[in-house]
C-alpha cells in the first residue's frame, strides 16, 4: 500500500511538473524574434557604468552597480553568478568578472524576478558554459539547453518573467531561466561547496529565492533585504508583509552571529538586493523594524482606521529618516499602503 501511494505521488509530482513545462515551452515558442529587439534595445544604450568589486571571501565577491548588488563565487569548477545586474550593465559586469577569474561562468541564478536583478540573464549566461552537456531542468522535467550557463531559478520566477507587468520586457528567450526548481529546495555542489537555493513564499514576491553559499558561509538574501529604503512588497506579484517577515526570521536561521569572540573576524554574511552587505544582528534589526511597522498598522486597521488614516498616523515613526523617501520608485507611502493592503487581504 506505502509503495501504490508512493508511486502515486510520483505520477501527480511529474504531471505538474510537465504541466508547468508545457506552459513555458508553448509561451517560449510562440515568442517572434522581435522580442529579441524589444528587450535588447534598453540594454544597448550607451551610458558610463562604473561596477565595484568587493571581496567577502576567498572565493565569493560582490559586484556593484549603484546600489544593486551582484554575488559572484569563483573556483576551479568555474563561476556562479548570483543576480546579474540591471540590463545595459552586462559588458562593464562582465568585464569586472572577467578581472576575477578567466574561468566560464557556469551557473546564473535569479533571487527573483526583479528586473534590475534579471535584466543581464542573456547576456552573462551566453558568455559562459554549462556544466551540463545535453539538458537542463525545468519543474522536474528535462528539456534541452542551447549552450550558455545555466540560468536557475524558482520556477514562479520563469513564469512572472514569461508574463511581465506593463512597461517591462518582454524578455528575450535566452533570458529565461530554464533550469527551474518547484521544491522548497534546490541545491548543487560546486567549487567545493553546497550551493543551496530555499523558496520563500509570498514574500517580496511569489519567486523569492535565499542562496546560500554554505562553505562561503554567505547568503544572497535578493530583495528580501534592502538597506536603501524600505522593503518593496509586490502584491502584484503575490508579495506580502507576512511572507516577507516569514522569510526573514527563516534566513535568521541561518546565520551566525560573530560572538561571542566579537574581536575576531567571522560569522554569516548576508548580501541584500541593494545595499551595505550585512551581519546577523542587522538582519535581526531589519526584521524587527518590518515586524514593529506590520504590527502598528495592523493595530491601526483593527481599530476600523482608513488607508489614508492610517498613513497620518505614521506607522514608519523612528525608521522613517533610515529607510524612508518622499519621491523616487519606492516611496514611505507606498510601503505603508503595500503594508495596509496585504494586512487587508489576510483578513478577508
Not at 3 to 32: C, D, F, K, M, Y
Amino acid at each position: 500500500m506505502t509503495q501504490t501511494r508512493t508511486e502515486a505521488g510520483r505520477l501527480a509530482v511529474a504531471a505538474a511538473a510537465w504541466l508547468a513545462l508545457g506552459t513555458i515551452q508553448s509561451a517560449l515558442a510562440a515568442a517572434p524574434a522581435a522580442r529579441k529587439d524589444a528587450v535588447a534595445a534598453p540594454k544597448t544604450a550607451a551610458r558610463a557604468v562604473t561596477v565595484e568589486t568587493q571581496q567577502l571571501r576567498p572565493d565569493l565577491y560582490v559586484l556593484s552597480v549603484g546600489v544593486v548588488n551582484i554575488v559572484v563565487q569563483v573556483g576551479p569548477d568555474g563561476l556562479v553568478v548570483v543576480d546579474p545586474g540591471p540590463a545595459g550593465s552586462a559588458p562593464a559586469v562582465l568585464a569586472a568578472i572577467r578581472q576575477l577569474s578567466p574561468l566560464p561562468i557556469r551557473y546564473v541564478i535569479n533571487t527573483s524576478s526583479s528586473p534590475e536583478h534579471v535584466g543581464n540573464n542573456g547576456p552573462l549566461s551566453q558568455a559562459g558554459q554549462s556544466l551540463s552537456e545535453v539538458h537542463g531542468v525545468l519543474g522536474g522535467a528535462d528539456l534541452p539547453i542551447a549552450g550558455g550557463a545555466s540560468l536557475v531559478a524558482h520556477e514562479n520566477t520563469a513564469l512572472r518573467m514569461l508574463n511581465p507587468p506593463r512597461g517591462i520586457g518582454p524578455y528575450a528567450s535566452v533570458d529565461l531561466p530554464r533550469e527551474t526548481y518547484n521544491r522548497p529546495e534546490k541545491n548543487f555542489y560546486i567549487n567545493n561547496q553546497a550551493v543551496v537555493l530555499m523558496y520563500q513564499p509570498n514574500a517580496h514576491t511569489d519567486n523569492d529565492s535565499l542562496v546560500f553559499f554554505r562553505r562561503s558561509d554567505v547568503v544572497a538574501a535578493g530583495d528580501l533585504i534592502d538597506m536603501t529604503r524600505f522593503p518593496v512588497i509586490n502584491l502584484a506579484e503575490g508579495g506580502s508583509v507576512n511572507g516577507l517577515i516569514s522569510a526573514l526570521n527563516k534566513l535568521l536561521l541561518l546565520v551566525i552571529p560573530v560572538t561571542p569572540q566579537q574581536r575576531f573576524p567571522g560569522g554569516t554574511l548576508i548580501v541584500p538586493g541593494r545595499g551595505h552587505i550585512g551581519e546577523q544582528a542587522e538582519v535581526v534589526q531589519y526584521r524587527d523594524m518590518v515586524t514593529i511597522i506590520r504590527d502598528r498598522v495592523q493595530d491601526l486597521l483593527d481599530q476600523g482606521k482608513t488607508l489614508e488614516q492610517v498613513k497620518a498616523a505614521d506607522p514608519t515613526q523612528g525608521y522613517r529618516s533610515r529607510y524612508g523617501a518622499d519621491s523616487g520608485p519606492w516611496t514611505t507611502d507606498m510601503f505603508v499602503e503595500a503594508v495596509y493592503k496585504s494586512l487587508m487581504a489576510a483578513k478577508s
